[in-house]
């Protein structure tokens, strides 16, 4: 249902790449709340996905554009004024590679230039961002800047491989540049912590399927999905948080502040007596 909370807004949306994509569905509840704004992905994402689909139904624009060169993104944040008609009010950079994890290499036998690439895509690429914007002053005040992070930033997850470290330079990058881009500009930086879910990068992570479901249990909410994430993005975008920056928000039903959950403890019990 709208409530107009993004009624006259203008943004970039990072990284909608099919239906199952966090951005993608945060491109469709944008629109429902009246907010306008560009799509854009790497030129490679662009020729697998589905995006102009997306757009169609947006009433969008499609801009490629490879998020770790900055002149692409300079074309990018500038072609999106002329076409939107003014600043920016809000971006999402939905962007996450790690090659060491598509092609199977363990966290203590990476390949260094995979490592590097997983950083510059993951990570370095939301410094750019928010660099190029504030450099050509894109954002109006109070205008928000999102991005996704995960926990394996703070804590160990096995399988997640280099993007644990990735994750948590750009948690870092959001409390840095966050700093100084309210200081300067009264613009808000954040990333949300969201829980396992089902896009087509996350079920590309060894073990996924039963990950997901542990933190199903675990969660006393359950699984936050990625049309909940879409709605707190929303709310993130909207003038109601116009106070919260340089923030890592936790969107995972109450994962990350449980030790252990009565319904994995149950599991567990019954697996211990059937084992007798």
């Known amino acids: 249902m709208s409530n107009n909370l993004l009624k006259g807004k203008r943004g970039i949306i990072f990284g909608a790449l099919d239906e199952n994509s966090i951005a993608w569905k945060v491109a469709m509840a944008a629109k429902e709340q009246g907010a306008t704004f560009t799509l854009t992905n790497a030129p490679v994402a662009l020729r697998l996905g589905t995006i ?19 002149e692409d993104l300079e074309k990018l944040v500038t072609q999106s004024q002329e076409i939107l008609g003014g600043k920016l009010d809000f ?24 490592f590097q ?38 804590k160990s997850f096995p399988g997640y ?15 840095s540049f966050g700093y100084y881009y309210g200081t300067k500009k009264k613009v808000r930086v954040n990333s949300i912590s969201q829980s396992p879910t089902k896009t087509t990068a996350g079920s590309g992570i060894k073990g996924f399927d039963v990950f997901f479901d542990f933190a199903d249990k675990m969660s006393p909410l359950g699984n936050a999905s990625a049309d909940d994430c879409a709605n707190y993005c929303v709310s993130l975008f909207s003038d109601h948080t116009r106070m919260v920056t340089m923030q890592n928000l936790f969107h995972d039903g109450g994962f990350s502040n449980v030790g252990v959950s009565d319904a994995l403890m149950e599991m567990y019990l019954k697996q211990a007596e059937s084992q007798g």
């Open 117 to 154: 690439k997983t950083l510059d895509i993951s990570a370095l690429s939301f410094h750019k961002v928010m660099q190029t914007c504030m450099k050509l002053d894109a954002v109006n005040e109070y205008g928000s800047i999102l991005t996704l992070s995960y926990i394996a930033a703070q």
């Open 91 to 114: 971006v999402l950079h939905s962007i996450g590679m790690s090659p060491n994890v598509r092609k199977g290499k363990a966290y203590t036998d990476v390949n260094y230039e995979w």
């Open 161 to 175: 491989n280099d993007m644990a470290d990735a994750k948590a330079t750009l948690e870092s990058i959001v409390r």
């Open 52 to 70: 102009n689909k997306l757009a169609e139904a947006c009433n969008a624009q499609v801009i490629g554009a490879d998020a770790t060169l900055v």
